[in-house]
């Protein structure tokens, strides 16, 4: 009844994936294949069916060993935790005997070395309400519904939203619709000095070849990139499923802030989601609770805050506090960190 899927196996993994009416692209193998080339672990797809419940999970597979807070320490493919990719993730269902789903995936992780997992759950799934673990809601996130008139949505963005995209036209900004990646250096030069303006982690710069993947997606991806006398200024990589898109990755040169070509950007994206049928457009949120971020993205969609959940999971209690213990003989480990799991702390 629960199958595992690797990532070797492309075309089962996305015809698994694509049979799921509401699947999204966060669970698609090119998607997660991106972020193994990141070094964030080996994907796998579980895959439940007992004729009457289905359900998908798409995870990263990390190899405790292998991380540097245990080089040396512990045996190689012996101990292992699961994460979600960057993103959104946690099962998808198709049925409701969720116990049975649980059930069969805890007594897998338990008999194959699982210590425990982290989960970024579906914005919209509502999978959270199933899990068997703990569930947190540490921000949360905006989600711009695209099921009334662009009139309409243009006059239920903040004022100061409306007026920066109204000051961007008479700018005469254009848009341009790149479906196949061929800007790539375009959008790599901004999104990198975006990350070096904001001081971005290590994991946020995304190699080239990251970005070649991800452009392997073929109809679930596009660049949306605006300019100004024929000069991209601002660009972003949208990704984007049977419902939903996603604000993924991107920026806006700083010279040309003045423009307020970055508001005008994300209404042209809300354009193209809106005439493609899509229903909704997931901005995201900040790096942290209300930030400056989040105030900003929240500007497009006052009414569509939503709370974002995490899950935690010990699947193999006596293990997880050994490898705490281990951690705690260090000198400067936070032995009250509140990061999990917490031997990674």
Not at 41 to 57: E, Q, S, W
Not at 69 to 76: A, G, H, R, T, V
Not at 207 to 224: G, M, P, Q
Request: charged share 25%; proline share 2%; with cysteine.
């Amino acid at each position: 009844m629960l199958s595992i899927i690797n990532i070797v196996e492309h075309e089962k993994w996305n015809s698994i994936v694509r049979s799921f009416k509401n699947y999204d692209v966060n669970y698609l193998s090119d998607y997660v294949k991106a972020f193994q080339l990141n070094g964030d672990g080996l994907p796998l797809l579980f895959y439940y069916d007992d004729d009457r419940t289905r359900a998908i999970n798409v995870v990263m597979k990390r190899d405790i060993a292998k991380s540097v807070q245990f080089k040396d320490k512990l045996p190689l493919d012996t101990w292992f935790d699961l994460s979600t990719p960057y993103g959104y993730g946690g099962f998808l269902y198709e049925g409701e005997d969720y116990s049975a789903v649980n059930k069969a995936y805890d007594d897998y992780c338990k008999e194959n070395g699982f210590v425990s997992e982290f989960v970024r759950f579906h914005l919209i799934s509502g999978s959270q309400s199933f899990y068997n673990g703990v569930t947190q809601t540490p921000t949360r996130n905006i989600i711009r519904s695209l099921d009334m008139s662009l009139d309409d949505m243009f006059m239920d963005f903040e004022h100061k939203v409306r007026k920066s995209i109204k000051k961007a036209s008479r700018a005469q900004l254009e848009v341009k619709i790149d479906t196949d990646g061929s800007k790539l250096d375009d959008f790599l030069n901004i999104y990198y000095g975006t990350m070096d303006r904001a001081n971005a982690k290590g994991n946020y710069y995304f190699s080239e070849e990251f970005f070649k993947t991800i452009n392997e997606l073929e109809d679930n991806y596009v660049y949306v990139h605006v300019l100004y006398q024929g000069k991209i200024i601002s660009t972003e990589l949208v990704l984007y499923g049977t419902e939903n898109c996603y604000s993924f990755l991107g920026g806006t040169n700083r010279d040309y802030f003045h423009l307020s070509a970055n508001n005008f950007l994300k209404y042209e994206i809300i354009k193209w989601a809106k005439g493609k049928g899509l229903k909704r457009f997931i901005l995201g949120g900040g790096y942290r609770a209300e930030d400056g971020i989040f105030k900003y993205k929240k500007g497009f969609a006052p009414n569509g805050i939503f709370d974002f959940y995490i899950g935690k999971k010990i699947f193999n209690e006596e293990k997880y506090n050994e490898l705490v213990k281990i951690r705690c003989q260090e000198i400067g480990f936070d032995q009250e960190t509140i990061f999990f799991p917490r031997y990674r702390g």
